[in-house]
């Protein structure tokens, strides 16, 4: 039947750290998203640093490598727009009541580490910060909404980069499994479906983003990356030994890598760019290094430094299922070529694709073709965790009118659907990105919105913080309700 299954996990996904806001309320730390400025389409976000000399500094963050004798501060004469976002803290009950009239079955949501343990390493976990989780999984559940939580999304606490440069150190693996102790005990009878860290691949492009590392350094990175792989295994296991019922997942940024032309040397080029992607997912659900990354190692003298035991524990903690972020596919190829730009990510510009307002491509298809990879290669369930449109809406007399992304969520569901139905692809759910306006990641901006809920906040600080639907709204209302039925 050309249908979606019956228990499919319709909802949408938000980050702590874009959507709660109240970001020294309730006993919370500083995360490393709390020092980042707003940036635009055209110039970068910035993390702010008093400097060895004692003056703030600014420096642009995914160009962030060194931090040079200072320290990351918090100014009063900077805007940060993650301090308040859409104020999720205080809105919450609203939001969920919003999610539920949609029909959400699931909502994605991340718990920020620094609301549990404000420094990362404290003795005890923050009673405040435990209580507020507990709150917004009973006003979800009231609803029979199942919970989807992220346990780390680009929210390392900043004490732990100070400390010891977050993930880099070792004892950053004991402080991240004590956290999701925490959790799990807490939150066991509440909570089962779980995912370790948002778009690990992520670490790559930013370090400091995805992980709280300041590095170019690729040795460096790459332990950073096996201590991830190592607390993400020992978390899997946890989860597995208290919440018996649960899945936890693995959580990685996927576009297919197309080469630019049928040449071989275009074809091996975006073969050995996959691996970018692949390797994470190697490592995630098989339990071990690919030989592919152990040659890379061993040609760039990368060596990293494992615990005995550390392949034991990446072997007995592979994953439950795949979550994973689609916003494009990436062309490679070995001709000189006007370049696109994208999450996490640039490439050629594909002649056959639009792009989005910020130059995002867009490709339905890839997102079949990403399922069909993906599935090929792990057969284990696949969870589209974020997917979505970026624009400006247009508010108008009437209401807004948001066809443009009611034409790209329709398209990217018609490509889930030929997965499940021709291909027989076994995917879990889908929770479109930002299914309420919230602060992107990228460039800090209110401007660049996902929602299908419209926040009334601006770049310029201002706004009531008044909820709306957009079109959008009633449409993805009809489509839940109907399963799928008429995409
Ligand atoms: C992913 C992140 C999200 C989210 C999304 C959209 O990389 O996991 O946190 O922000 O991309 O990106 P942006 O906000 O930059 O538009």
């Known amino acids: 039947m050309n249908s979606f299954p019956k228990d499919f996990l319709w909802g949408g996904a938000t980050a702590a750290n874009q959507c709660e806001g109240a970001y020294n309320v309730g006993g919370k730390g500083l995360s490393i998203m709390d020092v980042a400025t707003g940036g635009t389409k055209s110039t970068p976000r910035y993390v702010t640093l008093k400097n060895k000399e004692g003056n703030k500094e600014k420096v642009p963050m995914?160009?962030?490598?060194?931090?040079?004798?200072?320290?990351?501060?918090?100014?009063?004469?900077?805007?940060?727009?993650?301090?308040?976002?859409?104020?999720?803290?205080?809105?919450?009950?609203?939001?969920?009541?919003?999610?539920?009239?949609?029909?959400?079955?699931?909502?994605?949501?991340?718990?920020?580490?620094t609301r549990i343990f404000p420094n990362g390493n404290d003795e005890e976990p923050n009673e405040e910060g435990l209580k507020f989780y507990d709150n917004v999984f009973d006003e979800l559940l009231k609803y029979n909404i199942q919970p989807v939580v992220t346990i780390s999304h680009y929210e390392t606490p900043l004490n732990l980069t100070h400390e010891w440069n977050s993930w880099v150190d070792r004892r950053n693996v004991d402080c991240y499994v004590k956290y999701c102790k925490v959790l799990f005990e807490r939150y066991k009878d509440k909570v089962k479906y779980w995912m370790t860290f948002n778009e690990i691949n992520g670490i790559?492009?930013?370090?400091?983003?995805?992980?709280?590392?300041?590095?170019?350094?690729?040795?460096?990175?790459?332990?950073?990356?096996?201590?991830?792989?190592?607390?993400?295994?020992?978390?899997?296991?946890?989860c597995h030994e208290i919440i018996p019922d649960a899945m936890i997942g693995m959580m990685i940024a996927y576009a297919p890598i197309y080469p630019y032309s049928c040449n071989p040397d275009d074809i091996i080029m975006a073969k050995i760019d996959m691996r970018s992607i692949n390797f994470y997912c190697?490592?995630?659900?098989?339990?071990?290094?690919?030989?592919?990354?152990?040659?890379?190692?061993?040609?760039?003298?990368?060596?990293?430094?494992?615990?005995k035991g550390d392949d034991d524990i990446l072997r007995l903690g592979t994953v439950d299922y795949i979550g994973f972020s689609y916003y494009q596919s990436g062309t490679v190829g070995t001709q000189e070529l006007e370049s696109s730009s994208g999450n996490m990510m640039s490439g050629l510009k594909n002649p056959y694709l639009k792009e989005s307002e910020w130059g995002w491509p867009i490709d339905a298809m890839g997102l079949r073709i990403s399922l069909n990879n993906l599935y090929d290669r792990y057969q284990k369930p696949l969870f589209i965790v974020e997917n979505g449109l970026g624009a400006v809406d247009q508010k108008e007399?009437?209401?807004?009118?948001?066809?443009?992304?009611?034409?790209?969520?329709e398209k990217h569901m018609k490509a889930m659907k030929d997965a499940i139905n021709l291909d027989g692809?076994?995917?879990?759910?889908?929770?479109?990105?930002?299914?309420?306006?919230?602060?992107?990641?990228?460039?800090?901006?209110?401007?660049?919105?996902?929602?299908?809920?419209?926040?009334?906040?601006?770049?310029?600080?201002?706004?009531?913080?008044?909820?709306?639907?957009?079109?959008?709204?009633?449409?993805?209302?009809?489509?839940?309700?109907?399963?799928?039925?008429?995409?």
Request: hydrophobic content about 35%; proline content about 2%.
């Open 282 to 307: 190697d490592v995630m659900c098989r339990g071990y290094y690919p030989s592919y990354k152990l040659k890379e190692f061993e040609r760039e003298g990368i060596v990293i430094h494992k615990e």
């Open 397 to 409: 007399n009437d209401g807004i009118h948001d066809v443009y992304r009611i034409d790209y969520l």
């Open 62 to 113: 995914f160009d962030f490598h060194d931090l040079n004798g200072g320290q990351l501060e918090v100014f009063n004469d900077e805007f940060y727009p993650n301090h308040e976002a859409i104020d999720f803290y205080h809105h919450y009950k609203e939001d969920i009541k919003l999610f539920a009239e949609m029909g959400f079955k699931c909502f994605r949501m991340s718990i920020a580490w």
């Open 204 to 238: 790559e492009f930013s370090p400091y983003l995805e992980a709280g590392v300041i590095s170019n350094n690729k040795q460096e990175v790459m332990q950073a990356v096996h201590h991830q792989f190592v607390a993400s295994a020992k978390a899997v296991t946890l």
């Open 425 to 487: 692809v076994d995917l879990m759910g889908y929770t479109p990105w930002g299914c309420i306006d919230l602060i992107s990641a990228s460039t800090g901006e209110m401007a660049k919105r996902y929602g299908m809920i419209y926040v009334d906040k601006h770049d310029d600080n201002t706004g009531d913080l008044h909820r709306e639907k957009k079109d959008s709204f009633e449409w993805y209302k009809n489509v839940i309700e109907s399963n799928g039925l008429n995409i």
